[in-house]
């Protein structure tokens, strides 16, 4: 009988400590007070290199680097910003679909491709320095990456769900269950990830570095727009977050809307209707404040300007059609080809290999070509 009492003192202690111990360490994770800070390239050009364009691109102070898919061999070059010297650093970089770019310290992040067939498509993560040399793998054998965020590179698991990898000690792990098909920034309001699934749905993920470490997945909450009020109506397409306030595309892809939170809801505004005939569907970007888009036959670049509520004409071909593609900063990343019977849409010329690449800045000069 002392014997059982006294095992049942022991028992009654551990549990206490057991039980302490585990509400230190939840508190502990919850104060978790990480800050999701540098960006290894912009959104839209993140959103660009994946998948369905013609040119990768990313950009840092000394350098611009590029992937010309319309050319066979689908050649990685490197511009000098000071002297304008490009230089072949390495070709068959991701494939005929994609090729992730960034910039991430001394390094450049790019992929491989394992092209199987579209359905059987995988990538190899590499990084090289900035002439090309000391390739690193980094991940086998995995989806095209989202983004790299300060130490860790962002990239779906095959399920498709968020995971990430260390880019200093190559370690994995998973992030959240949740589908996120597109990554489209952070809302620094509330430090969450953003992700969209479907051009509709929208998945906020609070990075929690503790929860992280301790395999615990990430809070998630779905932001369905079906529940939003305001005038943005049948909603297809999210450029991004800015500032707090989310920039999406609604009349399925004909009018530039905007959607932020108001008395704990979120409330849509149209800024641009669809009666100017304008379709922004995967033909705008927003960078910086400003979103960058065409007109209605597709020949002249608009800037709108965020703060001032105002557009601007920034850059006008004759004789040409214009496709944005991306935007790094002040700079856009366009295509240009000519409309004719064989080349009904910008993919027909790219097929064909008719398609054009400038850099411009949104004073409308044209920086290089990216030939």
Same mark, same amino acid.
């Given at each position: ?20 111990? @585990?509400?230190?360490? #939840? ?36 350098? @611009? ?7 066979? /061999? ?19 970089? $991701? ?124 809070? /998630? ?51 641009? $209707? ?34 001032? $509520? ?43 290999? #008719? ?17």
């Amino acid at each position: 009988m002392v014997k059982t009492k006294k095992l049942f003192k022991i028992a009654i202690v551990t549990l206490s400590i057991v039980t302490v111990s @585990i509400i230190i360490l #939840a508190v502990w994770i919850s104060r978790d007070d990480y800050v999701l800070k540098k960006l290894g390239n912009s959104v839209s050009a993140a959103l660009n290199n994946r998948y369905g364009s013609s040119c990768s691109i990313a950009e840092n102070d000394k350098y @611009i680097f590029y992937v010309n898919r319309v050319k066979d /061999s689908f050649p990685l070059v490197r511009i000098d910003k000071n002297s304008g010297e490009k230089k072949l650093l390495k070709i068959d970089i $991701g494939d005929s679909d994609g090729s992730a770019l960034f910039i991430y310290k001394n390094t450049l992040i790019y992929t491989e491709s394992k092209d199987l067939g579209y359905s059987n498509r995988y990538y190899d993560i590499y990084s090289c320095d900035f002439d090309g040399k000391n390739k690193r793998l980094i991940k086998k054998k995995c989806n095209s990456p989202h983004m790299v965020i300060d130490d860790w590179l962002y990239v779906p698991n095959d399920k498709g769900a968020l995971s990430r990898v260390s880019l200093i000690n190559g370690k994995e792990q998973t992030v959240n269950n949740k589908i996120c098909e597109r990554f489209i920034g952070i809302n620094k309001k509330d430090n969450n990830l953003y992700f969209d699934k479907d051009f509709r749905k929208i998945i906020a993920i609070k990075i929690n570095n503790r929860r992280t470490k301790f395999f615990l997945k990430n809070q /998630s909450a779905n932001l369905s727009n079906k529940r939003w009020s305001g005038d943005a109506k049948n909603i297809f397409g999210i450029l991004g977050v800015n500032e707090g306030e989310l920039w999406l595309l609604g009349d399925n892809g004909h009018s530039l809307c905007s959607a932020k939170i108001a008395d704990g809801k979120w409330k849509t505004k149209v800024i641009i $209707g669809k009666a100017q005939g304008i379709s922004f569907l995967l033909n705008s970007a927003l960078e910086k404040n400003k979103v960058y888009y065409m007109n209605s036959d597709e020949t002249t670049v608009y800037m709108y300007d965020i703060n001032t $509520g105002k557009s601007s004409e920034i850059y006008r071909t004759t004789n040409k059609n214009i496709k944005v593609l991306a935007v790094i900063g002040d700079n856009i990343l366009i295509s240009e080809w000519k409309k004719d019977d064989n080349h009904v849409n910008y993919y027909e010329s790219v097929e064909d290999k #008719a398609a054009r690449h400038y850099y411009i800045n949104n004073s409308g000069k044209v920086l290089y070509e990216l030939d």
